[in-house]
């Protein structure tokens, strides 16, 4: 059975439509150690920022803001998660992929 903490994190709904789908083989639950340690909390972190950079460059195709191949490798390899935030909200209001990204140095 998947943690509570997950299932608050990602959802019942979601849990309850993939649940069925895994294999018992792959259900376990970490211990305390496992969720502490470097190796999950990075991975978990890495994932964060994973999901808000695809979150900016779906709004950004989205609204059509046609961020450049340069700018979008920008993008991807970013780990500032406030510099994220600030750009995901700018996406939504400025117009072209040069105004999304005006704070960075060519």
Not at 35 to 49: D, I, Q, S, T
Not at 62 to 89: M, S, V, Y
Request: proline share 7%; hydrophobic share 40%.
């Amino acid at each position: 059975m998947p943690s509570p903490e997950l299932w608050d994190e990602v959802g019942a709904d979601v849990m309850n439509s993939i649940q069925p789908a895994i294999p018992e083989v792959l259900k376990w639950e970490l211990t305390e150690y496992e969720r502490e340690g470097g190796w999950f909390v990075h991975g978990r972190a890495e994932g964060h920022l994973g999901g808000k950079r695809d979150a900016l460059l779906l709004i950004a195709d989205k609204r059509g803001l046609a961020p450049t191949p340069e700018q979008r490798a920008l993008i991807e390899r970013c780990e500032d998660e406030a510099q994220l935030d600030q750009w995901i909200a700018r996406a939504l209001i400025v117009d072209t992929a040069d105004a999304l990204l005006a704070d960075v140095d060519p």
